[in-house]
């Protein structure tokens, strides 16, 4: 009896993954597929547009380059995610010196955007520090083992 015919298409998804996967954890190729892992996010700077008097925020708006204008407000820690995977905030560490008094909040999706240059993956918002700071630490039983 002959061996049944190789699926066509199993050759292709099997090269397509490397692809994927490289996409996902390196900048440069985030950027021209818009793929990217969540552990890529984990403590990346976060930058307000609150310092350049912007006064509207588009949460659609595409940045490709972190504006030397921005301030550094904070650092991504981790996403927030509900039961079907969805996200539905990242929780940012802000405030604090040298490690010390720092605050983890969550900041919406709405309230974002990645920005991914060639070589840094950040994230912009428009809410200023002290908006953070006045924020609730985020609860105890979405924080995870870490």
Known sequence: MDAPAAD???PAAATDAPAADAAATDPGEAMKTGLLRASALDGVDIYTVDATGATTWDDNTEYTAIDTNWEKIGEVEDLVLDAKGDVVGAIAEVGGFLGLG?????LQPDEVAIVMTEDKIAVVSALSKEALEQREQVAEDIRGDD
């Open 8 to 10: 066509a298409a199993a």
């Open 102 to 106: 720092e605050k983890e909040v969550v």
